[in-house]
């Protein structure tokens, strides 16, 4: 079996996929045609949605490709098919447990938050019933949307971790958004009370160059795991301080390699902070961010990491199953999902 084929069949565990940014060339022209039978005019072509190998955007215009998408998903019944199409995806690359994260989004007369929420559970909640995976959902607040949206998020998320239908499948609270907007500092007393309420917290750190707010976000100790943390380490730009706080804390980071080099916050494969957070043996997952946009799969992220780094079909097998722990799952979860990726890992030759 070759390397590809290897990471293709090993049982993986994606834990940062931002929904709009993990559609597919196919989902993009199904939504596409979808626009055109209704009469819609000005109409982007998919070739300037997904970023193919070996190109380029800067982290603006990749925020500009999400505001085309999010044009393309802005009904229902878009994003019950995105959801899907995704989810199926992410299981015929055999992923075997799925944090989805994504932006609760309302259009006067066409969708409320609540609506959109519902959608993307239900749609969950079906594909888990035909196929060998988990899901959970972390609700996503934008950075760029200012703190009453934070807070609006923020309540939406506590209505549905107690909602009778949904609430096991809603494990925490992601923020993400454009890193150059708006200040993190700024939402901390949202992730205080999102933690009070039994929330999780993934968070998106250091994505670009931002010392001041890294630190103080770190500060307050309320960090679950961390989205990208590019500029952390002292030998990838970041502080002894910064890294010294990750590692006290023991917080697992989310990497995503063709994400930061696509995006140029990382210049190559070779110069990504994988290497020296592994070298230091903290906990790291790697994951897609948006497999659409960038282009990629997770199988595909493990081999690029494979060939980088030099790992051996162990170490691989290793980061799939260090993976159940970084997950927001209970305990009791944790252990049924790690007798499940052992058994295929056994049965991986
Ligand atoms: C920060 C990102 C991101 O929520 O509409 N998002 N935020 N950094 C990134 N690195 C490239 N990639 C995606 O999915 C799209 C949204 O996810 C966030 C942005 O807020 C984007 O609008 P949803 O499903």
Known sequence: MDLSEYCKSLPKIELHAHLT????????LKLLRAKQAEGGANLPQSAEVTIQRGH??????????FRILHCLTDN???????????????????????????????INGVMTKNQYIDTVLEAMIDEMKLNTITIRL????????????????????????????????????????????GNLVEYIPVLREAKQCGLKLSVHLAEVVNEKETLEVLKTELIDRIGHGTFIHPETGGSQELMQLVKDQGIPLELCLSSNIKS????SAEAHHFSCWRKDKHPVVIC?????????????????????????????????LAAVEMTFLSQEEKDRLRQTILKDLDKLT
């Open 76 to 106: 229902l019944s878009a994003i019950k098919t995105i959801a899907r199409d995704v989810i199926q995806e992410f299981v015929a690359d055999n992923v075997r447990y799925l944090e989805l994260r994504t932006t609760p989004k309302s």
């Open 56 to 65: 380029k955007r800067t982290l603006e215009e990749c925020f500009e490709v």
């Open 288 to 320: 897609t961010d948006d497999k659409g946009v960038f282009s990629t799969t997770l199988s595909e992220e493990y081999k690029i990491c494979a060939e980088t780094f030099h790992l051996k079909k162990t170490d691989l097998r290793e980061l799939c």
């Open 21 to 28: 940014g993990s559609l597919s060339d196919e989902t993009v």
């Open 264 to 267: 140029g916050t990382v210049k």
């Open 138 to 181: 972390l609700i996503s607040i934008d950075r760029s949307r200012g703190l009453d949206d934070a807070w609006d998020t923020l309540q939406l998320a506590k209505q549905y971790a107690a909602h009778e239908r949904f609430k096991n499948l809603i494990c925490g609270i992601d923020i993400s958004g454009n890193p150059r907007a």
